[in-house]
C-alpha cells in the first residue's frame, strides 16, 4: 500500500491533530492549492502549500546518478526480449539511466492500466510492458534510472477519439505529411489527460516525468488561420497569435510541474534545438526560457542530422564535435539568464542520416557519438540521452569521458 512520507520538520508537523495517508481507494478527497484532486485526508491546505510536508511513496527507491546518461526505449524494447539486452548494456558500460515510453508517439499508454486506475476509463493502454511494476523492480535492483517519456500534443489516438480536442480540416481531422494527428495545447482538457498519465507514472516509482512533443505542430503557422479549432480560455487573450500560441505551451508546462509536485518527481521537457537559439520558434510556441523557467531538466534535442546550415556549419551532420559544441555554448549563455536554471541534458544523435543524401551524411558509430559527448564535457555538459528510435545502441562508446 502507497504511503505519504512525512519529511517536515517537527514543528511544522504539530500543525496537523492527525496523521494523513493517502491511499488510491480514499472517498474523502480534498482540492489541491492549484484545484485539482489528489485523494490525499483532509489537512490545513495552507501548511501543505507552505511546507515540503510530503512525499509520495512508490515503495521503490532510486539514486540520482553522478550525471544521467540514458538511452531510448520503447514501450515495445521494454516489454519485450529488448529489454534484457538494454539491461546489460547499463551493467556494462557507464549509461545508467532509460527513458521509457509510457504515452507513444500515436497518444497510446504502452501498458495495460489495473482495473481500479482512473485510466482505465480512457481505454488507450496496450499491453506492451505487461508488468510495468515488475520492470521498474528490475530497474531498482540494477540502479537504472527510470525516466517516463510522455508524448503531449501529437496524439492521434486522442483525436480520433475527441476531434473537438483537435484540428478540423473541413469534416476531417487536420493530419500532417506523416499521417499524424495533434491535439490542441490550448485546451485545459488535453493537459490534464496528460497529466493524469503521469501522475499515474509517479505513482508507480518513476523518477521524472519527460514531455515530449510540448508544442503545436510543425508549420503551425501557416495554416493557424485555416483549421478550426477553439482556443479555450486563449479566447479572450488580448496576445498576438505567436505569444498566444507560447502562453499555451507554457502555462502546460507549468501546470503540469505543479500538479505533479506532491509524488516529488523531476519534470523535464524535450525541446527543439534550435528553439534556444531565438527568442522564441513562433509556429509551434516553444519558448525556450520560459519552458526552461518552469522545469528541473531541459532535453533540447540536437542532433546534429536535424540542422541546417547552422552555426557557420555547411553540413552539421559531417561535424558532430562542431555542432554539439557550438550548440552548448548558445545554450549555457541561455540558462546563464535564468536565477534557479534546470540542468541540461540533451538527446544526442545514435542514429545514421542517409535521408541527407550522398555527401551530407555520416555512418554514425562510435567516432561520431564520442565526438557528441565530448562536445558537451568540453561545455560543460555531463549529462545527456542518445536517440536511436529502433533502441539499438553503438558499442564501444566512452560514455563517461
Do not use: C
Given at each position: 500500500?502507497?504511503?505519504?512520507?512525512?519529511?517536515?520538520?517537527?514543528?511544522?508537523?504539530?500543525?496537523?491533530?492527525?496523521?494523513?495517508?493517502?491511499?488510491?481507494?480514499?472517498?474523502?478527497?480534498?482540492?489541491?492549492?492549484?484545484?485539482?484532486?489528489?485523494?490525499?485526508?483532509?489537512?490545513?491546505?495552507?501548511?501543505?502549500?507552505?511546507?515540503?510536508?510530503?512525499?509520495?511513496?512508490?515503495?521503490?527507491t532510486?539514486?540520482?546518478?553522478?550525471?544521467?546518461?540514458?538511452?531510448?526505449?520503447t514501450?515495445?524494447?521494454?516489454?519485450?526480449?529488448?529489454?534484457?539486452?538494454?539491461?546489460?548494456?547499463?551493467?556494462?558500460?557507464?549509461?545508467?539511466?532509460?527513458?521509457?515510453?509510457?504515452?507513444?508517439?500515436?497518444?497510446?499508454?504502452?501498458?495495460?492500466?489495473?482495473?481500479?486506475?482512473?485510466?482505465k476509463?480512457?481505454?488507450?493502454?496496450?499491453?506492451?510492458?505487461?508488468?510495468?511494476?515488475?520492470?521498474?523492480?528490475?530497474?531498482e535492483?540494477?540502479?537504472?534510472?527510470?525516466?517516463?517519456?510522455?508524448?503531449?500534443?501529437?496524439?492521434?489516438?486522442?483525436?480520433?477519439?475527441?476531434?473537438?480536442?483537435?484540428?478540423?480540416?473541413?469534416?476531417?481531422?487536420?493530419?500532417?505529411g506523416?499521417?499524424?494527428s495533434?491535439?490542441?495545447?490550448?485546451?485545459?482538457?488535453?493537459?490534464?489527460?496528460?497529466?493524469?498519465?503521469?501522475?499515474?507514472a509517479?505513482?508507480?516509482?518513476?523518477?521524472?516525468?519527460?514531455?515530449?512533443?510540448?508544442?503545436?505542430?510543425?508549420?503551425?503557422?501557416?495554416?493557424?488561420?485555416?483549421?478550426?479549432?477553439?482556443?479555450?480560455?486563449y479566447?479572450?487573450?488580448?496576445?498576438?497569435?505567436?505569444?498566444?500560441?507560447?502562453?499555451?505551451?507554457?502555462?502546460?508546462?507549468?501546470?503540469?510541474?505543479?500538479?505533479?509536485?506532491?509524488?516529488?518527481?523531476d519534470?523535464?521537457?524535450?525541446?527543439?534545438?534550435?528553439?534556444?537559439?531565438?527568442?522564441?520558434?513562433?509556429?509551434?510556441?516553444?519558448?525556450?526560457?520560459?519552458?526552461?523557467?518552469?522545469?528541473?531538466?531541459?532535453?533540447?534535442?540536437?542532433?546534429?542530422?536535424?540542422?541546417?546550415?547552422?552555426?557557420?556549419?555547411?553540413?552539421?551532420?559531417?561535424?558532430?564535435?562542431?555542432?554539439?559544441?557550438?550548440?552548448?555554448?548558445?545554450?549555457?549563455?541561455?540558462?546563464?539568464?535564468?536565477?534557479?536554471?534546470?540542468?541540461s541534458?540533451?538527446?544526442?544523435?545514435?542514429?545514421?542520416?542517409?535521408?541527407?543524401?550522398?555527401?551530407?551524411?555520416?555512418?554514425?558509430?562510435?567516432?561520431?557519438?564520442?565526438?557528441?559527448?565530448?562536445?558537451?564535457?568540453?561545455?560543460?555538459?555531463?549529462e545527456?540521452?542518445?536517440?536511436?528510435?529502433?533502441?539499438?545502441?553503438?558499442?564501444?562508446?566512452?560514455?563517461?569521458?
Amino acid at each position: 500500500m502507497n504511503i505519504i512520507k512525512w519529511i517536515s520538520a517537527a514543528t511544522i508537523a504539530t500543525i496537523l491533530t492527525v496523521p494523513v495517508i493517502a491511499h488510491a481507494e480514499d472517498d474523502a478527497k480534498v482540492e489541491d492549492f492549484a484545484g485539482r484532486t489528489y485523494g490525499f485526508q483532509a489537512i490545513d491546505e495552507n501548511s501543505v502549500a507552505a511546507s515540503a510536508l510530503y512525499k509520495y511513496d512508490s515503495g521503490l527507491t532510486f539514486d540520482y546518478p553522478d550525471a544521467v546518461r540514458g538511452v531510448y526505449v520503447t514501450g515495445h524494447s521494454a516489454g519485450g526480449a529488448r529489454f534484457a539486452k538494454l539491461v546489460d548494456l547499463m551493467d556494462t558500460t557507464d549509461l545508467n539511466a532509460m527513458v521509457i515510453d509510457i504515452k507513444d508517439d500515436y497518444g497510446n499508454i504502452t501498458y495495460k492500466p489495473a482495473d481500479d486506475s482512473p485510466l482505465k476509463a480512457m481505454d488507450i493502454g496496450k499491453n506492451y510492458i505487461k508488468d510495468p511494476i515488475a520492470m521498474l523492480k528490475t530497474l531498482e535492483e540494477k540502479k537504472i534510472y527510470p525516466i517516463a517519456r510522455i508524448v503531449v500534443f501529437k496524439d492521434s489516438v486522442l483525436a480520433e477519439k475527441r476531434p473537438e480536442l483537435s484540428y478540423m480540416d473541413g469534416n476531417s481531422i487536420w493530419k500532417n505529411g506523416r499521417g499524424e494527428s495533434f491535439v490542441n495545447p490550448f485546451m485545459k482538457e488535453v493537459w490534464d489527460h496528460n497529466v493524469d498519465i503521469a501522475i499515474e507514472a509517479a505513482k508507480m516509482g518513476f523518477q521524472e516525468i519527460q514531455f515530449d512533443y510540448v508544442r503545436f505542430p510543425e508549420g503551425f503557422e501557416n495554416r493557424s488561420d485555416t483549421l478550426e479549432y477553439t482556443f479555450g480560455k486563449y479566447g479572450e487573450s488580448e496576445l498576438d497569435p505567436v505569444q498566444r500560441r507560447v502562453e499555451a505551451v507554457t502555462d502546460f508546462v507549468a501546470y503540469a510541474s505543479e500538479q505533479l509536485k506532491p509524488y516529488g518527481v523531476d519534470v523535464s521537457v524535450d525541446i527543439f534545438g534550435y528553439a534556444a537559439t531565438l527568442p522564441e520558434a513562433p509556429g509551434i510556441g516553444q519558448n525556450f526560457t520560459r519552458i526552461a523557467d518552469n522545469v528541473d531538466v531541459i532535453s533540447s534535442m540536437i542532433y546534429p542530422s536535424h540542422w541546417t546550415s547552422y552555426f557557420g556549419i555547411a553540413k552539421p551532420d559531417l561535424e558532430p564535435y562542431k555542432l554539439v559544441s557550438e550548440y552548448a555554448k548558445v545554450e549555457n549563455a541561455k540558462l546563464a539568464e535564468l536565477e534557479n536554471a534546470p540542468e541540461s541534458r540533451p538527446w544526442i544523435q545514435d542514429f545514421s542520416a542517409p535521408w541527407l543524401g550522398s555527401g551530407n551524411y555520416l555512418r554514425y558509430g562510435k567516432k561520431e557519438v564520442n565526438a557528441q559527448i565530448k562536445g558537451l564535457k568540453d561545455n560543460g555538459i555531463d549529462e545527456y540521452l542518445l536517440w536511436n528510435a529502433g533502441n539499438s545502441y553503438t558499442s564501444g562508446v566512452t560514455y563517461k569521458p
